[in-house]
């Protein structure tokens, strides 16, 4: 909201008022919205605590940096401190990327600053740049149809249209421009890749994220520049002029770093019955704090354990695992491959994920046996009074817990936050913790510990889930 300060500010006559009037007239004035929405939301309690204590005192933490052991440690110091009992670090060495100076512009048919970030794994251009005659493609599917050689020497620059969803789904058809447009770009010989973010605000940041390099392609300077950017873009190439760009993008490959998972249990009464494992990652892109992606997830999972044993233990142990390098863990190198292989003979019952923001959970989902509908019809009735409402379609988990579902066939239920806003922050600046709502969070985690409540304390079966 725009301070109304003008109507008295502006204007001789009022310049000439003595001080006490022009106080009193600015008292006069509405403000208590404008500095309500320009103060800091504060919450409360263990997840609020984790979220502020995690940005504040770490920030940002690329997988494999030294941010990020220094964040295993604060994992470890803070769960031990919440009570949590075999607090363990399991280092790992993970093929990961490190970010570098970052600058662009166009330079034809108009001189145009460019707000760009790399994606992680491309590769770093000449350190005084790369000039190339820029081509617009306006889809993936554009860029795929040009002929193979066409862009030798030249730089691709991909657009899109993801939009808002409450469910997300944008991101993966959207995202993908990101994962395979620079692998598609590389095979038809061009020089680097520019893409439009994988984001839905309008704000002049980029989105970063990793891209994954096909079989048999060169990796190229891949990098992603803000909505309004690809709008300029888009708008220079329908004039139809030749575009070029001079881009700096100087991250490099950082491979063999250390990283690692944090794991801690609740120990439940039952020793011997399968365990529920609950995850969110640690690490986080570098450009924000990792507020929403994901010390959000961290908070939500282990505040709602805790919140489920508040009364006493519950028969089956809760296990939390605080997984490193999500964020550039695809090919086997994340934390949830890393859990399943150390944890993969161990009898897990259900897995459960949270890496999807801090807003409001609206549906649920799971992927039971037949033979335990009580145990899903029990999930969903705590969950009716919240006014959270089963979905049918598959639950997965997630990355974290993508590894261990796999290997032991786990049963998993899917806890769905409104995604209408998550687009607009993820992997960007951004991504701080003034976008954290206390209240939603707090949602997530009483709907976290209806759900625990139930499944920890199942004393029958739970069966192997069924495929999607
Ligand atoms: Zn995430």
């Not at 440690?73 to 949590?84: C, S, Y």
């Not at 309008?202 to 970063?208: G, L």
């Not at 999807?356 to 959970?361: Q, S, T």
Request: net charge negative; glycine share 10%.
């Amino acid at each position: 909201m725009a301070i109304p300060v003008r109507r008295v500010t502006q204007g001789a006559m009022v310049r000439k008022l003595p001080r006490a009037a022009l106080l009193a007239a600015l008292a006069a004035l509405p403000f208590t919205a404008t500095i309500a929405a320009a103060t800091p939301q504060q919450g409360s309690g263990v997840a609020w605590d984790i979220v502020e204590g995690l940005t504040t005192e770490i920030g940002p933490r690329i997988a494999g940096s030294e941010a990020e052991a220094r964040a295993r440690a604060w994992a470890d110091a803070k769960l031990k401190a919440l009570g949590f009992s075999n607090v363990k670090i399991e280092p790992f060495k993970a093929n990961v990327w490190q970010r570098g100076p970052e600058h662009a512009k166009l330079t034809a048919p108009y001189q145009q600053p460019l707000a760009i970030t790399a994606l992680g794994f491309s590769v770093p251009t000449p350190a005084d740049g790369l000039t190339a005659e820029m081509v617009y493609f306006p889809t993936l599917a554009a860029l795929e149809a040009a002929p193979a050689g066409s862009l030798k020497g030249k730089v691709a620059f991909v657009d899109h249209a993801m939009r808002r969803a409450q469910d997300g789904s944008g991101y993966g058809p959207y995202g993908n421009v990101r994962r395979s447009g620079p692998s598609i770009a590389a095979q038809k010989g061009a020089a680097g890749i520019v893409i439009r973010s994988a984001g839905t605000d309008s704000h002049r940041n980029p989105h970063t994220g990793a891209t994954v390099w096909a079989e048999g392609a060169t990796p190229i300077p891949a990098g992603a520049v803000s909505n309004p950017d690809a709008d300029l873009i888009a708008r220079i190439a329908q004039r139809g002029k030749p575009m070029q760009i001079d881009m700096t993008l100087m991250g490099k490959p950082n491979p063999g770093a250390p990283s690692g998972n944090v794991v801690a249990e609740l120990p439940g009464r039952d020793p011997s019955l399968p365990i529920v494992l609950v995850a969110c990652h640690l690490d986080s892109w570098d450009l924000g704090t990792g507020a929403i992606d994901d010390a959000s997830g961290c908070a939500i999972v282990t505040a709602a354990a805790l919140a489920a044993q508040k009364d006493g233990k519950t028969l089956r142990t809760i296990r939390v695992l605080w997984s490193g390098n999500e964020e550039m863990g695809m090919n086997g190198q994340g934390g949830g491959t890393h859990y399943a292989e150390m944890h993969g003979d161990e009898p897990h019952a259900v897995a459960m994920e949270s890496d999807f923001g801090a807003d409001n959970v609206w549906q649920v989902k799971n992927n039971f046996a037949p033979a335990n509908k009580a145990l899903a019809d029990k999930i969903n009735a705590a969950l009716w009074p919240m006014g959270i409402v089963p979905h049918a379609g598959p639950a997965d988990g997630g990355a974290d817990v993508g590894a261990i579902i796999a290997k032991q066939k786990l049963a998993v239920v899917d806890l769905g936050q409104d995604g209408m806003h998550y687009f607009d922050l993820h992997h960007t600046p951004d991504d701080t913790l003034d976008k954290v709502d206390p209240a939603t969070l707090q949602q997530n985690v009483d709907a976290w510990t209806a759900v625990l409540k139930v499944i920890a304390n199942e004393p029958g079966e739970i069966a192997e889930g069924v495929g999607e």
